[in-house]
Structure formats: C-alpha cells, structure tokens
C-alpha cells in the first residue's frame, strides 16, 4: 500500500495501475506512455484524491478510471481539432472531451499523440 501523504504522484499513478490489475491497469499504464512519449517535458500529478492528471503550461488532460472504460479527458478539448474523430464522450461541453477506451479497443496511438501535442501546444498559446 502506497502512503499517499509523503508518494510522489509518479508513485501513486504506479500503485493505481498495479492495483487494478486488470486490462484498465494495462490500458492507463499505455496512455501515460503515450502521454509521456508525447509530451516529454510533461508533469504528472494526482488530484481529486486519486485521478491521474499529467500538465505542461496547464492541464493536458486526467486519466481516470471506471469499471468498463478507462476515460482520458482533455481539459481544453473542444478547442482542439480531432481529425481522427478520437473524442467519444463528454462531448456537448464548452470545454472538456473526453476518450472512452474499452477493453479490447485498439488505440490509433499516433493520433493520440497528435491530440496531446496540440493539447500542450494549446496550453502554451495561452
């Protein structure tokens, strides 16, 4: 068991994955590569005692959860262009898309990192 008093958030988003256990573990653990591998200089935090949250100049994007999806939401994603039509949820806000993946769904990682990319690239016009 993790402290969450004294873990960095790095140690916190490594014991959500363990703890899962399961293609959810799998799946955040690949999207946090992805996120990463994308936006290199990224921080990663842990907010909302327990959501995966990675920054560069703002909010990027969390990386939360749920029984049947692992749901990565943009802050700023409705003022991103989604040409690969990623964003399938959270769609009607002013603000914040979001993508839902499932258990076996493949992921269009390239297109993923083209999202974060301009994601960050987006943060930092601000």
Not at 57 to 82: R, S
Not at 92 to 112: C, Q, V, Y
């Amino acid at each position: 068991m993790t402290d969450t008093q004294t873990a960095s958030p790095s140690e916190l988003i490594d014991a959500r994955i363990e703890e899962l256990g399961d293609w959810r573990g799998e799946t955040l653990s690949r999207l946090r590569k992805l996120v990463k591998e994308a936006v290199p200089d990224v921080v990663e935090e842990w907010k909302w005692r327990g959501v995966p949250t990675w920054y560069r100049d703002g909010m990027i994007c969390t990386g939360e959860t749920y029984k049947n999806a692992v749901k990565m939401t943009f802050a700023k994603g409705a003022a991103l262009d989604d040409p690969s039509k990623l964003f399938n949820s959270s769609l009607e806000g002013n603000a914040r898309r979001a993508i839902d993946f499932h258990e076996g769904e493949e992921i269009d990682e390239e297109a993923l990192k083209s999202l974060l990319r301009a994601a960050a690239a987006l943060n930092r016009s601000k």
